[in-house]
């Protein structure tokens, strides 16, 4: 039997090309794959020269395919768009029209990067995948159960929108990038003469141009013509004084300040969208912290869904500092009580509550 | 060692083609345009090309356009009736299997002010010459139907659509790409006044195809410079590729009903074989006259572009439909115009036979098919008989 097959799910980017670089140094049998996610040519009102966030553009497919050439490498193009529609973008416009705010990179990973590449690389014969995650997974020996930790890069760790993999998908994949920092990575794959070492890190959702989903969901709708259900809605104090008009509540997170259209004598912040009536609840920084939260969807990958009570640190956005916390899973699992030691700023529904202990990441769920 | 079969794709460059290559190269390498006895000595070895490609075409030499592709052939076919004139109030007609050579061209001649049909097909992909007729406008000037389909293999019926044509004062123009080479391809015969050809699928390089203009056929040129080609094709003339063009055409010539026979035994064996051992496949097209190479394949519940890779990485090359620019598989527009589902026509394989396959191959082909097909299947949502 000769050895395993991997495959390496190329971008085009800096990270997944190391990837490639550093398993086949290892003389590893691996192909590269890129998987089209998204049509760039779909909403072309949204293009305009120089935009950031632009997965899957040609550009990237060219630059996959050169690292493969440069690696000599066999490599391949896979079309799992209407995936991406339906997984994806889909349920983030959905998330948005409810007043939440989603996390489109924990839905790709769950059902499409872990789900559907992994299908499609078992079925041409790569039992393995590899991706450029920063994050580290090792087998605990005595149990048997995978474990998932941190990468070393804290400022590039990825851990927060991996939460929903499951055992059996973990134990198909590698994160050969855990153990690395960012600067090395790119120093890697310099040395390998790796054709994007120097290519910019991607940013923000990759099939939103410059960020803006507002008008990202208004083009999608444009396209498919269909009339979003009205959204629009009253701007409403937490003592439930009518402040103003809204012109949806998908133009608005919790925590946010900017583009409220509000003169008042103190910052006033988002606090709540109430989807039902199509408010926007707005007040005081302090009106923003909150002691608990509940989450749901919660999956558990380091450790079983504990029977009593635990103390761990929990992140409830990716770029927040995880939070001392006593957390009480349900009987069923899925449903976590979070009560944190000191009240935390902007819990916000339809992002994730992802638990820690120190490095290891024990399981997360989606915040109601 | 990886076996071929994607011969509708492109060919390899055979013995005797590259024999009669290479010496044009350096040896006899004059501009065929110069005075000199370096340009004669080009000149004649092209025009000895040109006969035998007359001959493949059965037509007058002097008939004969070379070009850098089967795609300029298009071009230069279609752009150069319909330019001879204004645009305006003029009428294509074409079909919705064409190659995008084909049909990018129309649409391009549709933006700039022409009317375009684009014919619907059967479900065995052969268009009906009844639609043709009711589609004829007295101010058509030009239908243009290929004459075998590169996907599925199927024969279109030329000759019908030819005295219609003529009954109208339209010109017929056929995409000959996929069958010059693999069946007799008379242009007389056919009742074409013009066909295109590429040098590439009959096993000469890349870059070189010609195109038969009937005499008394004026074109508008596409390229303008020197009076090349009887001022129909500009640019010095790329006498190593007619000439590798020509000998491909004159192995054709000796060969094609022996080697058509051949390859029809293999397609029919391949066919056969994954008929019995794979269970609810569909063979498109298998109604209709087709070309001996070609047979396109539909394995219900797998994805085509799995199953391609499967077999590339064991050691096959075949191809779903057209790959785009990108690389990644869009549903054919060949299936989808016959009706098939994009969900059908993306679990669609293509297998082209040429000179390099035998019988082995075949064989061995047949059980990487049956393995891989079996392994796609027990992990696909959409398959139904486990």
Known sequence: MSEPLIAVAMSGGVDSSA?????????????????????QRRLPELQVEGATGRCCSLDDVYDARAVAAVLGIPYYVVNFEDRFEREVVQPFIDEYLAGRTPIPCTLCNNYVKFDKFLEMAEGVGAETVATGHYARLEQNQATGRWEMRKGVDESKDQTYFLFGLKQEQIARTLFPLGGYTKPEVRRLAAEMRIPVAAKNDSQEICFVPNGDYAAFIEAYFREKGINPRRTQGEIVSTEGQVLGEHSGVHHFTVGQRKGLGIAKGEPLYVIATEPASQRVIVGRNDDLMRASLTATGVNWISIDSPASPIRVQVKI??????????????????????????????????QAAVFYDGDRVLGGGWIE | MAHYFDHNATTPVSAEVLEAFVPMLSGSFGNASSIHAFGQEARQKMEAARREVAELLGCDPKEIVFTSGGTEADNLAIFGVLRREGLAGRHIITTAIEHPAVLNTCIELEREGAAVSILRVGSDGVVDPDDVRRTLRPETVLISVMHANNETGAIQPLTEIAS???????????????????????????????????GHKLYAPKGMGALYVRDGVKLHPMLFGGRHERERRAGTE????????????????????????????????????????????????????????????????????ALVIALDLAGFAVSTGA????????????????????????????????????????????????ASVSRLRKLSPTYSHV
């Open chain 1, 19 to 39: 990837v490639a670089g550093l398993l086949r140094r290892e003389g590893k049998r691996i192909i590269g794959m890129t998987m089209q996610l998204w049509n």
């Open chain 1, 317 to 350: 956005r990716n770029k927040h500092v995880a939070a001392g916390a006593t957390i009480t899973a349900g009987s069923d699992g899925q449903t976590v009580e979070v009560r944190f030691d000191e009240p935390q700023r902007a819990v916000t529904p339809g």
């Open chain 2, 164 to 198: 219609l044509a003529r009954e109208a004062g339209a010109l017929f123009h056929s995409d000959g790409v996929q069958a010059a080479g693999r069946l007799p391809a008379k242009v007389r015969d056919l009742g074409v006044d013009l066909y295109s050809i590429s």
């Open chain 2, 238 to 305: 790329n006498a190593p590729g007619a000439v590798a063009l020509g000998a491909a055409c004159a192995w054709i010539n000796h060969n094609v009903h022996e080697e058509g026979a051949r390859l029809d035994g293999l397609r029919d064996r391949l066919e056969q074989g994954i008929q019995q051992r794979v269970p609810h496949v569909r063979v498109n097209s298998a109604s209709a006259p087709r070309t001996p190479n070609t047979t396109n394949i539909e394995f219900e519940g797998i994805e085509g572009e």
């Open chain 2, 323 to 370: 790959a785009c620019s990108s690389g990644a598989v869009q549903p054919s527009h060949v299936l989808t115009a016959m009706g098939r589902s994009a969900a059908e026509a993306k679990a669609t394989i293509r297998f082209s036979l040429g000179r390099s396959n035998d019988a082995a191959q075949v064989d061995a082909l047949i059980d990487a098919v049956r």
